[in-house]
């Protein structure tokens, strides 16, 4: 815009030609001039559902990224967003504090599994990975333990797309382009058991094996150079990867045996997604790190945190070095001030009790999808699941490239935003359809999202 340029307003904007949206970067997107000329343009959200700029209604079934835990259009957080920016629009956390900072601090302290007591404020859920990282290696360098810097994640699984969040991302495709990256990470097989090849008959024998290919990595690198493992508790790529009970605590067992840390990556996970404020609480482990974003503040305002064991803390209070770690952002008050909102929201409301008594019947609604010759098996748990496709089920035979991106990318994706349902078609790993709605959504949303599913997913088949 020139200076004598007249302001245009986001309504203008939305109704004018097209030319006037040509500025717009979008992200994961491809610029041949396709992703342009098809991009919805979304202009309203209200509870569980989205709004284009013609007035046609979406549900949205993956809550805008994982995020919006409370349903679109909830005026209390534009309330707390405003009170906030008419007392303290912004103040960093650089040396000072600020009252939502210290508040939020508290209260996520108080809700946390174990003796995690600190929490560091970021902007976001990569941001988290990284600080998480950088704290892992001056932890051990403040412990006497300056070789310990080596981080072990899970194949196919995504930990963010800043340099040091994507060396952890265990997704080749998105690392290639940015190599070479940070040096000293390390991958371990995730828990697919669909797709086991290891005790593919033993549930509890493959949580084991899975578990201890972990111990193999810290091993294979030594002990005295690997800082932290980082997990989520369902993973996410690859289509709602549930770990086999005992997973999880034979893992504790490993990093405890070998002084590694266990940082929990919950960017998706916390804050109900899973019907526990922190996703470790629903699989009974105890993690030295949590890093948090997206449901903290329901997407309103941008927002992560670190939740940091007091034993990892204690070097720097008694060495009294700091933390040479920040940013602008981090800590934001408003965004603070929308996340206590927030979180009065999830429990005034008891939406955690409400995904964990609702979790079974979304489940089961999915799962009728099973007769179709195309869904090879429905899986997660809490909001958060997904329908990998086959294109043999006695086989579980996959696609071919080529009928992966026909079936999708091509078809999949828009036909299913077409007939009126957001949601995500992925097949980085396996083919799937993923599911992460928000979490105020009932039988009634989970019905249409497997009635439009099946009539999709019916076309998708002809097509093979």
């Given at each position: 815009?020139?200076?004598?340029a ?28 396709r ?80 003796d ?10 990569g941001?988290?990975?990284e ?11 403040l ?70 290919r ?71 482990y ?84 099973t007769?179709?010759p ?13 329908v ?41 790993a ?23 599913l ?11």
């Amino acid at each position: 815009m020139t200076a004598t340029a007249e302001p245009r307003s986001f309504a203008a904007a939305a109704a004018a030609p097209r030319v006037l949206r040509d500025h717009l970067w979008m992200h994961f997107a491809t610029h041949n001039g396709r992703d342009e000329a098809d991009a919805p343009l979304i202009v309203r959200g209200e509870g569980a559902y989205l709004f284009d700029d013609k007035g046609k209604r979406y549900l949205d079934g993956l809550a805008g990224l994982f995020a919006v835990q409370v349903g679109h259009g909830r005026a209390e957080l534009a309330e707390a967003a405003a009170r906030q920016m008419r007392e303290l629009p912004y103040f960093p956390l650089w040396g000072y504090g600020h009252p939502p900072a210290i508040e939020l601090a508290d209260r996520l302290a108080a809700s946390a599994p174990g003796d995690l007591e600190r929490v560091f404020f970021t902007v976001g859920g990569g941001e988290s990975v990284e600080t998480a990282w950088k704290l892992a290696r001056q932890y051990f360098k403040l412990s006497g333990q300056p070789t310990k810097h080596k981080v072990i994640s899970r194949s196919m699984a995504y930990h963010g797309t800043s340099l040091g969040a994507l060396s952890i991302t265990g997704i080749p495709g998105a690392k290639a382009p940015f190599e070479p990256l940070v040096p000293s990470t390390q991958r371990v097989p995730n828990t697919n058991f669909y797709r086991a090849t290891e005790h593919a008959d033993d549930y509890a024998a493959y949580a084991l094996w899975a578990a201890d290919r972990i111990e193999e990595a810290i091993l294979f690198e030594g002990p005295e150079t690997v800082a932290a493992v980082f997990l989520e508790p369902v993973q996410n790529t690859g289509g709602c990867f549930v770990p086999p009970p005992g997973y999880f605590q034979r893992v504790r067992e490993i990093c405890d045996r070998h002084d590694v840390l266990l940082v929990s990556d919950e960017v998706i996970c916390a804050f109900g997604r899973l019907g526990t404020p922190f996703g470790a609480q629903r699989f009974g482990y105890q993690p030295d790190m949590i890093t948090t974003a997206k449901g903290l503040t329901s997407g309103y305002a941008p927002l992560g945190a670190v939740l940091i064991s007091d034993r990892l803390a204690e070097p720097f209070h008694r060495t009294e070095t700091p933390f040479m770690h920040g940013s602008t952002y981090g800590g934001h008050p408003v965004s603070c001030a929308v996340a206590l909102a927030n979180l009065d929201i999830l429990e005034g409301e008891n939406l955690y009790e409400h995904v964990r008594t609702n979790e079974d019947r979304f489940r089961t609604t999915l799962e009728k999808l099973t007769d179709l010759p195309i869904v090879g098996e429905v899986r997660g748990t809490g909001y958060f699941w997904a329908v990998e496709l086959v294109k043999d089920k006695s086989t579980k035979e996959r696609f071919t490239p080529e009928e992966s991106t026909r079936i999708l990318r091509e078809y999949l994706s828009k036909q299913l935003f077409a007939h009126g349902l957001y949601c995500r078609a992925d097949d980085r790993a396996e083919p799937v359809i993923q599911f992460a709605p928000p979490l105020i959504c009932d039988r009634t949303h989970f019905e249409e999202i497997e009635q439009i599913l099946r009539e999709t997913l019916t076309g998708a088949w002809k097509l093979l």
